[in-house]
Every structure is written in structure tokens, then in C-alpha cells.
């Protein structure tokens, strides 16, 4: 009887201790693309990586896109988390080929198991093809490889792309909306961001720095624009970050000056929110 009772609370302890260690592993390991979309996956042969790319987006559209990508050893299936990525965007349009802004990841390290990077879609699939080319070097085996991926890219109803010939230099430069957008936005105080490059050639989309923005929002349909706006100033790559008042719901236009110094640059830009 006693080695009995001692068996059933042997048991029962192991039950609660498998239990304890599977709750402390869930708490511990969070899944890192809960909330993603997995746009597609293949493999860098040479690398011997799985490469998976993932997105906020359940579709692709013309404009800024943050893409991240896992890589998982293609044998034993664990996580790589120490790799060199390098990007390359194309678009075949038959007669031509141009590539468009990047960022690559901004370290060799995994945030979270994932490499964040991103990609400036500066048109839609209709005038040609799309695909990404994914160079990897595995750090873990010291080995490179590359995987080709075909994209679609769609053009939203309010565009997140804009483009003009500068007044001050004639040169191209390219404006995306990051931030706010239909599904972010909110009455009061809405962060905004914008990525602004400047076409240097087919194949080079550099980040530009040398603008400056006034940001100055209105309701078309109403007839009025709203205060407290802060004019988006550059941070880094490119990215110019303020603030716009959104003081209440409907179709807001912000519209967006551009100068250089004192030269203008454009002052015909504009980006449609709806919220």
C-alpha cells in the first residue's frame, strides 16, 4: 500500500514539474513571427540555409516595405542567428531592368531570430516583373549562398509612392509614406514618417538626407487643416520623422513641401489618408 501511494506521488510530482518546465519554456520562447505573414521561403543552396521571408502585409504594394527574414540551418532545422544579408530588388521590363531603395539589415545579428530589412517598390508588377535576390553568408559555417524570389507587387488605392524632378537640380527623388496609414491612424497626435532617395542610376537608389519638409495637413472636404503639427526632419537613412494632428475622422490630405536650403525643390506632393 505505501509503495503504492509512494508511486502515485512520484508520478503526480513529475506531472508538475513537466508541466512547470513546459509554462517556463513557452513564457521564454515566444513565437517571433506571431502576427506576420510568411510571404515565401526557399532555400540558399550554397549558404546550406532555409531562407523564410516574412511581412506585417498580407499583400505586397508599391511604396516602403520592412521585410523580415528568418534563416534555419538546412539540415539540422535550428535558427542561424549570426549571418551577413545582402538585398538586391529587380524589375524586368523587358527592354530594361532597374532595381530600387533598399535597406539591408542594420547588423549581422538577429533581432529576435529575425533579420529586419526592407524594400522602396517604386512601381507595380503591371510594367513588369518583380524579384528579390537574397545573398546570405552563414557566419555559423562560414559559407555563402543566394535565393531568387518572385514578387507581386500591387498598387493601393491611395498611393504610398510618390516621385518628382526637383526644381533645384533637376535631379529624381522618390517620397515613401511610411507612417500613419488608414490602419494606424487616430484622432490626435499621429506619429508620421516618410523615406525620401534620390535616383543616382538604374541600379542606385541612395538614401537622401539634403531635404527639408514642411508638412502642412488639410481636409479637403471640410475645408480646414488642423494645428500642433511638427514638420518631418531627417533621422537616419534617409527617414524623416514628425507629427501630424489628425483631429477627426474622414480623408485627410498632407500635403508636403520640399527645399533645399533655401531652394525649392517641389511643392506638389501629397499623400491621401482615410481613416
Not at 509503495?3 to 513529475?14: M, Y
Not at 531568387?148 to 509614406?177: C, D, M, W
Request: charge should be negative; include cysteine.
Amino acid at each position: 500500500m505505501k509503495k503504492s501511494v509512494c508511486l502515485l506521488v512520484t508520478v503526480f510530482v513529475l506531472c508538475i514539474l513537466a508541466f512547470l518546465v513546459s509554462c517556463t519554456k513557452d513564457k521564454t520562447e515566444p513565437n517571433p513571427t506571431e502576427g506576420l505573414t510568411k510571404l515565401s521561403e526557399g532555400y540558399a543552396i550554397g549558404a546550406a540555409a532555409k531562407v523564410e521571408v516574412y511581412t506585417k502585409e498580407t499583400s505586397l504594394i508599391t511604396g516602403y516595405t520592412k521585410f523580415y527574414i528568418a534563416l534555419y540551418d538546412s539540415v539540422s532545422g535550428k535558427r542561424i542567428d549570426d549571418a551577413h544579408i545582402q538585398l538586391n530588388p529587380m524589375m524586368d521590363m523587358g527592354m530594361m531592368q532597374h532595381s530600387a531603395p533598399f535597406e539591408n539589415p542594420a547588423s549581422t545579428e538577429a533581432v529576435n531570430h529575425l533579420f529586419p530589412c526592407s524594400v522602396t517598390f517604386i512601381m507595380s508588377s503591371m510594367g513588369g516583373t518583380w524579384t528579390l535576390d537574397i545573398d546570405v553568408h552563414n557566419h555559423v559555417n562560414d559559407k555563402e549562398g543566394s535565393i531568387t524570389l518572385p514578387l507581386t507587387i500591387a498598387e493601393p488605392t491611395a498611393s504610398r509612392q510618390k516621385s518628382f524632378t526637383a526644381v533645384h537640380n533637376g535631379a529624381k527623388y522618390f517620397i515613401s509614406l511610411i507612417s500613419p496609414t488608414a490602419s494606424t491612424s487616430k484622432v490626435g497626435i499621429n506619429d508620421m514618417e516618410i523615406a525620401i532617395y534620390k535616383k543616382a542610376s538604374m541600379m542606385s537608389w541612395p538614401a537622401d538626407s539634403s531635404l527639408s519638409v514642411v508638412l502642412t495637413p488639410e481636409m479637403p472636404t471640410m475645408g480646414h487643416g488642423s494645428p500642433n503639427n511638427v514638420n518631418p526632419v531627417h533621422t537616419g537613412n534617409g527617414h524623416y520623422k514628425g507629427k501630424v494632428n489628425f483631429t477627426m475622422t474622414g480623408l485627410w490630405r498632407l500635403n508636403l513641401d520640399f527645399m533645399s536650403g533655401t531652394a525649392v525643390a517641389d511643392t506638389t506632393q501629397f499623400f491621401d489618408v482615410t481613416f
